[in-house]
C-alpha cells in the first residue's frame, strides 16, 4: 500500500478558554460572580474596581498613546491601546437603564434603618439570670451545669442521672439537687426553658397563668392527652376529659397561643441575603426588566499599567491584559443575556405582574429558547440562582416555569396557578367541614380544570397543607 495525503473538510465547536469562561460566569449566582470577580482582582494587577466618577465625564482624547488600532490579541507589534470599548463597562449600553425609574437610592431612602441583630446567646441570658439571684454558690454552680447542657432550642436532653454520672466525684451532687437546681431554671425567662419533653414545655407555660377553669383543662389535656389533641380526635378527647364543645375549644385556642420553642429566639440563624439580578417595574403602563445595578461589578483596566505595557512591548503583563479583557466584556455579555431571557419572561408572564399567582400561564425552557434563538441549556443556566426583583416580592427566575394541566376548553392552566386556587379555596373553607382532596378536585372540575384526586393531594403536600382530618376544628 501507498501512503496517501488526504484532506478532509469537518466543522466542530472547539471551547476557547474566553468561552468557557464566558459559560462559568454565566452560571454562577451573584455571591459566587461577587468571590470570582474577587480572586481576580487579588490575581491580576491590570484589573480594578472603577469608580462611579471614573464614567461621569471621560476625556475625550482618551485613546492609544501611540498611533495603532491592533489589539494585544492580534499579535501584531504595536502600542496597547490604553482604554477601549472593552476596558469598561457600565451598563450604558444595554437597551433598558440599570435601576428602574423612580425608585430612591438608598442614601435617600429615610423608611429602613439600620438594625442591629441581637448577638446575646441563650446561655448569656441565662447566666445573666442566674447572676442576679442570691443563692448558695453550690446551688449556683449546679444550674450553671444545667445551663450548659441545655440544646439549642432550651430543652434538657440529657438525663439528671447521666448527668450526675459526668460531675466530679468529689462533689458528691444527688440526683435531688440536680431536680432542685432544674426546678429553679424552669422559672427563669422565657418560660419553658428547661423542660425535658414539649408536654413539660407547654405545662410550664400554663402554670404560669392565673388559674381558671380554661387553664385547668388545657393543663389536663397537655399533660394526658396531647397525642388526641395532635390527631384531632376531638370526640375521644371530649370523652376522656369530660367537657362540652366550647370549654374544649376554649382550651385548644389557649394551647394553640403557646410556644413549644419558646428558646427559638436566640438560636443562632444562617441567614442568606439575596441581591435581585434583574429589578421588574412597570413603565408607561409596560411591565419591563432591568438590571439591578447592586448586582455586576464595575470593572476596568489599571491605567497606570496600561500605560507601563505600552511602553514596553514583550512584557509578561500582556496576558494579564487580554485577561482582564476577557473578563470585562464576559461578564457583559452575561448580564445581558440575564436581561434578555428576563424581558422575555416578563412578556410572557405580564399576567402574573397584574393579577398575581392565579393568572400564572404555564411555560417550559424552549419557548423562551426559541423566542430569543438561544439553547435550552443556556437558558437553563441564566434562570439558575437568578433573582427577579417584582411588586409583588423576590422570586427566582425558574419559578415563572412550570406544568401544565389541561382544561375542558383544551386550553392550558399551569401548575402554579392550581396552587394558588387550592390555596385560597383551603383558606375559605368551613374549619368544621373542611375541603378533602376529592371535593377540590371537583371544585377545580367545575371550573373547567381537570386534575385527578392524587393531583390535588401531591399539590396540597407540596404547599404544606395538612389532609382533611388534620385541618378540622371543634
Not at 498611533?67 to 492580534?74: K, L, Q, T, V
Not at 385548644?252 to 429589578?279: F, K
Request: charged share 25%; glycine share 4%.
Amino acid at each position: 500500500m501507498k501512503p496517501l495525503l488526504q484532506l478532509n473538510l469537518s466543522q466542530r465547536l472547539a471551547l476557547t478558554p474566553q468561552l468557557q469562561q464566558s459559560i462559568r460566569l454565566l452560571q454562577l449566582s451573584t455571591v459566587e460572580l461577587e468571590q470570582e470577580v474577587e480572586r481576580y482582582l487579588q490575581e491580576n494587577p491590570l484589573l480594578q474596581r472603577a469608580e462611579e466618577e471614573d464614567y461621569a465625564a471621560r476625556p475625550s482624547g482618551d485613546g492609544p498613546l501611540s498611533p495603532g488600532d491592533a489589539s494585544p490579541e492580534s499579535g501584531a507589534d504595536t502600542d496597547i491601546p490604553l482604554s477601549s470599548a472593552d476596558d469598561v463597562w457600565t451598563g450604558d449600553d444595554l437597551p433598558y437603564p440599570v435601576a428602574p425609574p423612580g425608585v430612591p437610592d438608598d442614601d435617600d431612602n429615610d423608611d429602613f434603618q439600620n438594625v442591629q441583630a441581637a448577638t446575646t446567646s441563650l446561655r448569656e441570658h441565662l447566666s445573666w439570670q442566674l447572676g442576679m439571684m442570691s443563692i448558695p454558690d453550690r446551688d449556683r454552680a449546679l444550674i450553671q451545669c444545667l445551663i450548659d447542657a441545655l440544646d439549642e432550642n432550651g430543652y434538657l436532653t440529657v438525663s439528671l442521672d447521666d448527668l450526675v454520672e459526668t460531675l466530679p466525684r468529689t462533689l458528691r451532687v444527688e440526683p435531688r439537687e440536680l431536680q432542685i437546681a432544674l426546678m429553679h431554671l424552669q422559672h427563669f425567662d422565657p418560660l419553658g426553658v428547661g423542660a425535658r419533653t414539649p408536654q413539660e414545655c407547654l405545662a410550664l407555660q400554663l402554670e404560669a397563668l392565673p388559674p381558671d377553669e380554661t387553664r385547668a383543662l388545657a393543663l389536663r389535656i397537655v399533660e394526658d392527652h396531647l397525642y388526641l389533641l395532635a390527631r384531632r380526635d376531638f370526640f375521644k378527647l371530649k370523652r376522656y376529659i369530660d367537657c362540652d364543645d366550647e370549654g374544649l375549644r376554649k382550651a385548644h385556642l389557649l394551647i394553640q397561643s403557646l410556644n413549644p420553642r419558646p428558646c427559638a429566639e436566640y438560636a443562632v440563624l444562617n441567614t442568606r441575603y439575596i441581591t435581585p439580578d434583574v429589578v421588574v417595574h412597570k413603565l408607561r403602563g409596560q411591565w419591563t426588566a432591568s438590571i439591578n445595578s447592586d448586582a455586576y461589578p464595575r470593572l476596568r483596566v489599571n491605567t497606570l499599567y496600561a500605560r507601563i505595557l505600552s511602553r514596553h512591548r514583550g512584557s509578561t503583563l500582556a496576558g494579564h491584559l487580554q485577561e482582564a479583557r476577557w473578563l470585562i466584556k464576559n461578564i457583559q455579555q452575561r448580564f445581558e443575556t440575564i436581561l434578555k431571557v428576563a424581558q422575555s419572561i416578563v412578556a410572557a408572564q405580564r399576567q402574573f405582574f397584574d393579577y398575581g399567582e392565579i393568572a400564572m400561564r404555564p411555560m417550559v425552557l424552549r419557548q423562551i429558547s426559541d423566542a430569543l434563538g438561544m439553547h435550552e441549556s443556556t437558558v437553563s443556566r441564566v434562570t439558575t440562582q437568578k433573582y427577579m426583583a417584582t411588586p409583588r416580592g423576590i422570586f427566582e427566575m425558574k419559578y415563572f416555569f412550570g406544568s401544565h394541566v389541561a382544561t375542558e376548553a383544551g386550553g392550558a392552566c399551569s401548575a402554579t396557578a392550581i396552587r394558588a386556587l387550592m390555596r385560597q379555596l383551603v383558606a375559605e373553607e368551613d374549619p368544621e367541614a373542611p375541603l378533602s382532596d376529592m371535593r377540590i378536585s371537583e371544585i377545580l372540575g367545575r371550573q373547567g380544570i381537570v386534575v385527578a384526586r392524587r393531583t390535588v393531594a401531591k399539590y396540597r403536600e407540596a404547599l404544606n397543607i395538612p389532609p382533611v382530618k388534620h385541618r378540622k376544628n371543634i
